[in-house]
């Protein structure tokens, strides 16, 4: 099959938070560029079908796999939303399709507290500017807002209402989440105008009802309507290497794909700035996947090291009913940060759609700040990257029991309550890291030893303590602006 030859003045790799921001900040400037998604649309219809959902999955929920930790069902192949690959102590899961893992989420924008910041992140950044700048900014490039009263008390949220009690009770400091939320469609869907998804807690595989906020419908939309930004949907990029001498570029090769992950045609796109955004995977599998062949040998040493995963799922019962349902997403962030003497504990109500009926039952997620003790590491059978991870690591033991703390304060001052399970997550949805920002890259994203080649997504960083979206936002929308005078200043 002949590679077909193309130019652009910028690739970007992936459509996720960070890929989405550079689109925008490029078209912006007036500066072309392609972006390159593995995945395909997900246009959301009034039909109310175009996601799969918990209740009913099909291949839609997994990229091209017949198979998901999320269900038990056999699935058809096909190029669907979320990709699994099993690791060694811990598995992962990537988000695929046109803004990446903004349509697969809960959309929680969880800013550290300076000290958590600093814990996880040390001094490469500055925690005042991102506190002072480049948090509001992502937060308004987002639009997040947190859930309004009306809809908070409504019937449809009685377990966040549940949780927030239980916290005041236990004298846990908690607010209300900034969601990457439209609530007057979570509005429709209680009055029973749009199909129910959010207040059903029907959000891992997608938002049927188009109350998610995603980048696909938010920030790129806005990016491909400047004319500037072309987006190539099904997209697989499988290699980078120079395109020559110093200063020359980059060749970029990938795979036309359908929507049964069928190659159809073979392409090389030539670029003088190549942006990854391919998410914590994505990236990482690539740069590893270039460094081992021996088209960018110079690439840090460091890089597929200091992988965190903070990710933190719970499970409590014998509190009164609190609707099985429990509408999502979730609303509540308790913020056991000072007075766990074990470490700082982040606690989130999670949707649960199949909660058992008649009896309370609240579910978690969160974060904390384990240390990030993952590598990723190249397999040459594979041609593809293995996380490696110390499950059995001491600070990991340390770490959960500062769960268990929290968890035990909200059961003592809530008699009855128990905790049903509790765990560092063992397949991560927030596993970071991998390509150390100030270490692979400097502070602003562009790759030690290789000019025109820069990184924007969650592998720059180890762990933030909390769910890390709002944070890999921020480094996105600061290495953006960045890459954006580099480019500006050179016409």
């Known amino acids: 099959m002949e590679r077909q030859q193309h130019r652009a003045d910028v690739v970007i790799v992936g459509s996720g938070y960070g890929g989405s921001i550079a689109a925008l900040g490029l ?76 349509l697969a989420s809960n959309g929680t924008m969880c800013e550290p507290s300076a000290a958590l910041f600093r814990r996880t992140l040390g001094d490469v950044l ?114 980078v290497r120079p395109a020559g001498g110093d200063g020359d570029g980059y060749h970029v090769d990938y795979e036309s794909i359908d929507e049964r992950g069928t190659v159809r045609s073979l392409h090389r796109i030539t670029t003088t700035r190549l942006v990854l955004a391919a998410g914590t995977l994505g990236t990482n599998r690539l740069l590893l996947r270039a460094r081992e062949s021996g088209a960018l040998p110079a690439l840090h040493g460091a890089l597929g090291t200091r992988v965190g ?96 703390h929290t968890l035990d304060r909200l059961n003592e001052a809530n008699p009855g309550s128990r905790t049903a399970f509790s765990r560092i997550g063992t397949t991560g949805g927030n596993v970071v890291g991998g390509v150390p920002l100030g270490t692979v890259t400097d502070d602003a994203g562009r790759v030690g030893g290789h000019p025109g080649l820069y990184v924007v997504d969650g592998s720059l960083l180890p762990g933030t303590g909390v769910p890390p979206a709002l944070t890999v936002a921020a480094v996105a929308a600061r290495v953006t602006s960045l890459l954006v005078r580099e480019l500006v200043g050179t016409r």
Not at 46 to 52: E, K, N, V, W, Y
Not at 331 to 341: G, L, T
Not at 364 to 370: D, E, K, L, M, S
């Open 126 to 239: 500055d925690h005042r500017e991102m506190s002072g700048r480049w948090y509001p900014e992502a937060r308004e490039l987002i639009g997040c807002s947190p859930i309004p009263d009306d809809v908070y008390e409504s019937g449809f949220y009685r377990s966040a209402r549940s949780f927030a009690d239980q916290l005041d009770k236990a004298g846990i400091p908690w607010e209300k989440v900034d969601l990457a939320v439209d609530w007057d469609v979570v509005r429709e869907e209680m009055a029973g105008t749009r199909v129910r998804s959010q207040i059903d807690g029907l959000n891992v595989f997608g938002v049927n009802s188009g109350a998610q906020r995603s980048l696909d419908r938010t920030l790129l939309a806005r990016a491909e309507a400047s004319g500037h930004i072309t987006v190539r949907p099904l997209s697989v990029v499988t290699a």
């Open 27 to 102: 078209a912006e400037a007036g500066v072309d560029a392609v972006v390159l998604e593995r995945g395909r649309r997900w246009p959301v219809t009034d039909a109310g079908d175009t996601f799969a959902t918990q209740t009913a999955p099909d291949g839609r929920a997994a990229w091209l796999s017949e198979t998901s930790p999320l269900t038990d069902a056999k699935l058809d192949v096909y190029t669907g939303v979320l990709e699994f690959v099993e690791g060694s102590g811990m598995n992962v899961l990537a988000g695929t399709g046109v803004g990446g893992a903004s």
């Open 309 to 404: 995963n903070s990710e933190v799922i719970t499970a409590r019962t014998g509190m009164a009913e609190n609707n099985p349902r429990q509408g999502g997403p979730a609303a509540i962030f308790a913020r056991d940060w000072e007075d766990n003497p074990l470490g700082p504990v982040s606690l989130l109500n999670f949707p649960w759609p199949d909660a058992p009926a008649e009896e309370g039952w609240i579910t978690t997620i969160g974060a904390v700040p384990a240390p990030a003790l993952g590598t990723f590491r190249y397999d040459p059978e594979k041609d593809d990257v293995v996380l490696h991870w110390p499950a059995g690591d001491p600070a990991l033991a340390r770490a959960q029991s500062a769960i268990s």
